[in-house]
């Protein structure tokens, strides 16, 4: 469905209105490019395995069919890798796709290299290649972050509680975007980043966790099934009031979640001064502060 675009300076677009909401703290994703190279490359080997006998046809599709999951894999990985570096407590990927994207090379190319040439050239295509993939997109995060020093079972239910609220905002996204409606998406993305920052703010101080559950869950829970509800009714109809109602609901929940995220760092601030005032006492107490 053709969908008409609309922002600041288009059209009917409103002057003071911000085009860019929905990319605040966005960066660029390193899943593209070179990963995309890896769905292109094996592609020729269609024609060897239409073009030889039935055996070596079976052994060069083979082939593809693994270096595609090859490159599925490494994407995946990657994928997971930003979500990863995004946070600032996280636990390490379950499943390390990367190094698998690395096996699956190997293997896909060994089995062209014997298709076409020899177990030799099998083995050092494998090899080759498997080296020259991991050189190219590294290793999996092998390590849990932000869990070093600190109580392990409450950063694992943050990690848990993070991971939870991560999949109601990318079911958000997911639904919205049968809406067809852009500056919604970006509404949308613009609340996704208010939320975010409170899942950080957590984060940094697992102590928090208790006081912003609901937000976490209850309330995001509800955002995600208001979400799909407005976009089956937008998607058919069209209903000017109900896009207006859910978007006042949003302006009601980023104010919210943007208004739990300065009280908790008001809180940390507050803390901090008790921590500086009682030093202060106990180097008086001791004859240890200077004079000013």
């Known amino acids: ?43 020729p080997l269609i024609w060897k395995a239409f073009t030889s006998e039935p055996i070596v046809m079976v052994q060069y599709l083979t082939a593809l069919g693994v270096l595609l999951l090859a490159a599925w894999m490494t994407r995946e990985g990657m994928f997971a890798q930003e979500a990863y570096n995004a946070r600032k407590v996280a636990r390490r990927p379950a499943l390390p796709r990367k190094l698998l994207g690395s096996l699956l090379t190997g293997l896909g190319l060994a089995v062209a290299g014997f298709a076409g040439h ?16 991991s050189f190219a997109f590294g290793l999996d995060p092998m390590s849990d972050k932000g869990m070093e020093g600190t109580n392990r079972h409450q950063t694992d239910r943050v990690a848990r509680a993070v991971e939870e609220a991560e999949e109601h905002l990318r079911a958000m996204s997911d639904a919205v975007a049968r809406a067809g409606d852009r500056s919604v998406e970006r509404r949308v993305s613009a609340f996704q980043s208010t939320a975010r920052d409170l ?10 966790l208790t006081a912003a559950r609901r937000y976490l869950s209850v309330y995001l829970l509800g955002a995600k099934d208001a979400t799909v509800k407005f976009t089956d009714i937008y998607s058919r109809t069209q209903d000017a009031q109900a896009r207006t109602d859910y978007l006042a609901l949003l302006d009601d929940l980023e104010e919210n979640f943007a208004a739990r995220t300065q009280k908790f760092l008001l809180e940390d601030r507050g803390d901090l001064t008790i921590e500086i005032d009682v030093l202060r006492e106990r180097l008086e107490r001791e004859g240890l502060r200077r004079d000013s």
């Open 1 to 43: 469905m053709a969908q008409k675009f609309g922002g600041k300076y288009s059209p009917g677009g409103a002057p003071g209105a911000s085009s860019d909401d929905g990319f605040r703290n966005a960066k660029r994703s390193r899943a593209g490019g070179r990963v995309n190279l890896l769905f292109i490359a094996p592609l």
């Open 199 to 208: 899942f950080r703010t957590v984060e940094e101080d697992p102590r928090d």
């Open 118 to 133: 020899g177990p030799i050239e099998a083995g050092i295509f494998a090899v080759v290649g498997g080296m020259l993939h």
